[in-house]
């Protein structure tokens, strides 16, 4: 995200941001931000069940236009509800994927996913979204308590998702001190890997988040 304007930063918490970004994109364009499912794969392997993908339910928050969901469906994971704000950003991705037909896609705030019942899914990935929602021009050493508080909604819905035992997998360029008063919440356990990028100048994280 080095690239983005300053001005730019504290959009990447709207809506509107990103239905303009989409409406700039054709119904065939993807775009992952950081860290591909090649580079993942070992990291879910590990988390998920994949004995038991095929029956597994998982949320996709914040998709955006990303691969990773298809990715992870031909990997074995069928059962995907991908969710964004973006009405532009799930209309493309549906088409695009209209054929593989066990993945949804639903307009809607990981904030607010009252359209879920609780205790639905298995597994949530996050890879940028909480991200997103943190963003700000300001020092990453004092986030606003309106924006902490809305992160923490979004922690607050997941869990209320999620079946017992159930997990959420956060992927991120944040580092565990800046991350883990967001993530750290009374309703599961917090575990952070370092994903390393032998190509890159800094280190991605695993976050393991245990209902």
Known sequence: MADLKLSEVDQLQTKEYWDNRYQKDDDATT????????DLEAFFRKHILWDQCANLKVVMLGC?????????????LRHIANVDFSETCIEQMAT??????EMTWDVMDVR???AFKDGIFDV???KGTLDALL???????DIPDSIKSSAWKYMDETNRILRPNGRML?????QPHFARPIVERPYWTVQVETLS???GSFDYFGYVLQK
Do not use: C, Q
Not at 31 to 38: S, V, Y
Not at 64 to 76: H, I, P, R, V
């Open 31 to 38: 775009f992952d931000w950081f860290k591909t499912f090649a």
């Open 64 to 76: 955006g236009n990303s691969t990773l969901s298809k990715d992870l469906y031909d990997a074995g």
């Open 96 to 101: 695009l994927h209209r054929n593989e037909t």
């Open 112 to 114: 607010d996913m009252s």
């Open 124 to 126: 949530a990935i996050d």
């Open 135 to 141: 963003s700000y021009t300001g020092s990453v050493w």
């Open 170 to 174: 956060y992927i991120s360029y944040r």
């Open 197 to 199: 990028d032998p190509g």
